[in-house]
Structure formats: C-alpha cells, structure tokens
C-alpha cells in the first residue's frame, strides 16, 4: 500500500510533465503572419511535430537567429496517404532560399535535411504543404555558431569588416573564418581590418589555410579600397600566402578581404596567420668543410683538364691543316 502511495503522484507528474511538453509545442499557422514561432537557442535542438492534410500549409516562424548562425534542420514525413509534399525555408522578408518537392506513396517515409548560413541573421519561415493525401512529420531545427574571429560575424563589405588587431615584428596574429557553400547560406565573403607598424625594410606575410575540398581568393586593400595584392588556391584544400612590403604605401591599416566565389569554391572552416618579418634578415648559407685530400683531388682534375682541352686544341689545328694541303694539291690538278 505504501509503494502504491509513492508511484500513484509520480505517475500523475509523468503525465503532467508530457502534456506540458505536448503543449509547449508552437502550433502551425496558415500564413506568414499568423506562423508558429519556434524560439531556437544555439547548441539546443528544437522538436516540432504534426500531421497534415490535402491542401493544407503549415509555417513556422524560427526565431533567434544571429548573424554567422547556420540553421541545421532536419524534417521527417510519412505518408499516410500518397500524394506530393512541399518544404520550403524563407527569410525574414519571405524571400525563399530552400525548396523541396517529393511525391510520398503509402507508408512511405523521407527524410529532408535543410542547411543555410546567414550572413545577416533575422528570422526565417519554415513552410510544410501537401498538395495531396495526408502525412505525419517531424522537425528537428538545432542552431550552430559559425562566427568568425572573435566569435564576431565578419562584414562582407569593408565598411563591415572585423578588427583583429596589431600587425607587429615578432607578433603572430591568427583568426578563424566560416563560409558557405553555394545553395547552403548567403555567407561568400569576409573582410578583416588590421593595423601595421612597418618600416620600410620589414613586411607581412598572410598565410590562408582553407579545409580540405574548399578553394578560396584572398586580397589585401587599402582603406579607400585599393587592391595591394591578390592570391588563390592552387586547388581545393591548397592553402597560400600573401606579402604585404613596408615600402608600399604610407598606410597603417589593411583590410583583408577572404572569398570562396560565391559559394562555388566549397563551405567550411578556413584558417589564417599573419606574421611580420624583416626583409633585410641575413640568410645562413649551410658551411661544408672540405679536408686536404679533397683539395688536392680538385687541383689534379683542374690541371688535367686544362691538359686535356689543350691537347684537343693541337689535335684540331693538325687537321685543319692537312685539309687545307689537300685542297690546295687538288685544286693545283684541276679535280
């Protein structure tokens, strides 16, 4: 009796504890304006389940996305009764960046994943349709942090770019970037800004190491958006440099301008190092000490070429000699 007493009220806070998940769930709207909002924390997976009829739309309004934020999400469908399924992903201002469209049969299962990148963060608007039958779905929406240097979204634009500091002669300075790919986000572009104290015989060298598969375009501007210098990938995963001289210019302040070509070089992480240097640093010639034995070896071979090339001197001016005789002992008979 006493055991009963005890399981009876935790059986009565299980249920209680799932009807309040049940209820917690955002309930899908028919249009943009009246969407179910899901509040999406990075790190935390967000779960949203219904089921869905002929001609019904179903939208979601996803909603703490930050610049540098990518939106993983994964949608199950099953199919109670055939027909086609829609699932699109819009932006804040209803433009659409994702679509699917599938046709279920009965009892047919599809999973969708959907990936996209934001540059300029804002809300997004998940939309589930289905032109025919009727299906049960699941969505599995998780924001991961894909900030750059500093866990600051780098600007596309040098008006945007991020400071990443001081550009000095025994300092390293080193960041890292996140871009996406084409069809996966709208993140192409970064820019970073750094300050140098060059003199005249010194120089920065910027060192760009992109993940494996991913090519990417670097440059170095000035403040008014002159190009200094530019380099590329050789091929995916190949990693360069670029040298900024003290000489160049007067400036303090560079902007480093990182790119994977609209998103057709590859999405990932992407790495890189500055390090100034001195131009005039002497170089250490490796020294090979040569014994006597070596020596003397090497006044024998230069004294039997010079024989040698001598006597092959001689030897071409006998016979030039004897060719001329004999032309002239012809040429005196007339043949």
């Known amino acids: 009796m006493g055991r009963a007493r005890i399981l009876l009220p935790l059986m009565v806070l299980l249920l209680v504890m799932q009807l309040l998940v049940v209820n917690s769930q955002p309930v899908p709207g028919g249009s943009f304006d009246s969407a179910g909002e899901?509040?999406?924390?990075?790190?935390?997976?967000?779960l949203v389940s219904s089921s869905l009829s002929q001609l019904e739309d179903h939208y979601y309004?996803?909603?703490?996305?930050?610049?540098?934020?990518e939106l993983d999400l994964n949608i199950s469908i099953r199919s109670k009764e055939g027909g086609m399924v829609m699932v699109s992903l819009f932006t804040e201002k209803k433009a659409k960046v994702l679509d699917e469209k599938f046709v279920l049969r009965d009892e047919e299962l599809r999973n969708i994943p959907l990936r996209w990148l934001t540059e300029k963060g804002g809300d997004f608007y998940l939309k589930v349709s289905a032109v025919g039958g009727s299906h049960e779905y699941n969505v599995s929406a998780t924001l991961l942090d894909r900030r750059d240097a500093g866990k600051k979204e780098a600007g596309s634009s040098i008006e945007d770019a991020t400071y990443v500091g001081m550009a000095s002669y025994g300092m390293e300075l080193?960041?890292?970037?996140?871009?996406?790919?084409?069809g996966a986000g709208d993140d192409f572009t970064d820019f970073y800004v750094f300050d140098t104290m060059l003199r005249k015989m010194e120089a920065v060298r910027i060192t760009v190491l992109p993940d494996a598969g991913m090519s990417l375009e670097a440059s170095l501007h000035l403040p008014d958006g002159f190009t200094v210098t530019r380099n590329g990938s050789a091929s995916p995963g190949k990693g360069f440099t670029l040298t900024l001289k003290g000489d160049i210019a007067g400036n303090k302040t560079f902007y480093l301008k990182v790119s994977n070509m609209d998103g057709h070089g590859g999405g990932g992480r992407y790495s890189v190092y500055i390090n100034a240097f001195n131009l005039t640093a002497p170089k250490l010639e490796p020294k090979v000490?040569?014994?006597?034995?070596?020596?003397?070896?090497?006044?024998?071979?230069?004294?039997?070429?010079?024989?040698?090339?001598?006597?092959?001197t001689v030897v071409a001016l006998v016979l030039r000699r004897k060719?001329?005789?004999?032309?002239?002992?012809?040429?005196?008979?007339?043949?």
């Open 38 to 46: 899901v509040r999406l924390e990075v790190g935390k997976t967000a």
């Open 61 to 69: 309004r996803l909603s703490g996305v930050s610049a540098g934020h």
């Open 174 to 182: 080193s960041l890292s970037g996140y871009l996406a790919a084409s």
């Open 289 to 312: 000490k040569i014994n006597l034995v070596d020596k003397e070896l090497a006044r024998q071979l230069i004294i039997i070429s010079v024989a040698v090339i001598a006597g092959m």
């Open 323 to 335: 060719s001329a005789s004999a032309e002239e002992w012809y040429g005196a008979y007339q043949y």
